[in-house]
């Protein structure tokens, strides 16, 4: 079976450029339609040099948050989940903002990249919210201070489920009841982060890109070259 998989491993890896970018405009061709209609790309910023030819999959059940602390995280999840089926938090984040991406990249612009999911993905957003993190009220940004996130426990999430359902409860209905699953042009002409859920992604870069010695040049696969 492990020789198998280093098999059909080793001969993705042997894919000249042009079959390359045939495959992703084949396995991600319902975000490249929306890319080109809108002319407008979704970012991800991520912490080091991705090889970009090679899909990222989609981890949706261990996702540790990189702001928000665990126990609020949690609740999130649960809500998610409870209405459109899967814990969103974990997806995967991408932003039209290109700056926001950056800050997620540590502010080094050569590790932001233009997110690809595979076809048959989910998403959810809000149409109002640029960035959910910066919606959460200030008590629930830092619930327990004393706790970091591996120290954070099923008790410490239903301290902030209980602090939920009392001050802040009208806030998160009204922010939480916005998200939806319909119409993804209109996050991204609106610049609104977006939760995404799929099997795989690629994570293509937006300059300064090679495969094999051969230069890479994201036009090739968009059509088009988004806003720097």
């Known amino acids: ?4 998989t280093y098999l059909i491993e080793k001969k993705k890896e042997n894919l000249t450029p042009i079959q390359l970018y045939n495959k992703i405009q084949k396995e991600c061709s319902q975000i490249i339609t929306l890319y ?4 407008r790309v ?26 928000t602390p665990i126990g609020t995280h949690q609740w999130l999840n649960d809500y998610f989940k409870k209405r459109f089926g899967w814990p969103a938090r974990n997806g995967v984040l991408a932003t039209p903002r290109r700056y926001t991406a950056t800050y997620y990249a540590d502010d080094n612009k050569d590790n932001v990249y233009v997110f690809c999911p595979v076809n ?5 957003y809000n149409p109002d919210v640029t960035d959910l993190y910066d919606t959460i009220p200030q008590d629930l940004k830092h619930p327990n201070p004393n706790l970091g996130v591996k120290l954070d426990t099923a008790e410490e999430a239903d301290k902030v489920y209980r602090e939920i359902s009392g001050p802040n409860v009208d806030f998160f209905n009204k922010i939480m009841k916005k998200y939806t699953d319909k ?13 995404f859920n799929a099997k795989q992604y690629y994570l ?3 300059q300064n890109g ?7 040049d994201i036009d090739d696969i968009l059509g088009f070259e988004p806003i720097q």
């Open 204 to 206: 293509l870069p937006i």
């Open 183 to 195: 119409n993804l042009g209109r996050a991204i002409t609106a610049g609104r982060e977006v939760m």
């Open 120 to 124: 048959r993905y989910k998403f959810i």
């Open 1 to 4: 079976m492990r020789l198998n």
């Open 42 to 67: 979704f970012y991800r910023g991520v912490k080091s040099y991705q090889q970009w030819w090679k899909p990222k999959k989609v981890r949706i059940r261990s996702r540790i948050p990189k702001d």
């Open 210 to 216: 090679d495969y094999k010695g051969y230069p890479f």
């Open 36 to 39: 080109k209609k809108e002319q």
